[in-house]
């Protein structure tokens, strides 16, 4: 089984700006898009960004603007860079790779904390 891994969540300003990874520990197959989710405490996981095969890549109207969503093939990586942060995107935000054939994989969340 494949695992996903993020890392770079932190603790920033408003205003500020933080890239998250997310690494697969292999490759996938059959992958249809891969994006990012995130999940605040006391609310239900939303979706943040994502990128298909294609390479179309589409956000939620809070982070447009402000978020990139990008991918490295060979390095098997997703990447978020965030920018002009607000503590309204403070969450656990979850890496996702969605297949073909309908299975999901997750990762196991890192913390992005947007406070003064």
């Known amino acids: 089984q494949v695992q996903l891994v993020e890392s770079g969540g932190d603790l920033v300003q408003p205003g500020g700006s933080l890239r998250l990874s997310c690494a697969a520990s292999g490759s996938i197959f059959g992958v249809y898009a891969v994006g990012w989710y995130r999940q605040a405490p006391g609310k239900q996981r939303e979706f943040v960004a994502t990128i298909t095969s294609g390479g179309s890549t589409n956000y939620a109207d809070s982070v447009k603007g402000r978020f990139t969503i990008s991918r490295d093939n060979a390095r098997h990586a997703l990447y978020l860079q965030m920018n002009s942060l607000k503590p309204d995107d403070t969450a656990v935000y979850y890496c996702?790779?969605?297949?073909?054939?309908?299975?999901?994989?997750w990762g196991q969340g890192t913390q992005v904390t947007v406070s003064s």
């Open positions: 996702n790779v969605a297949q073909y054939d309908g299975k999901s994989l």
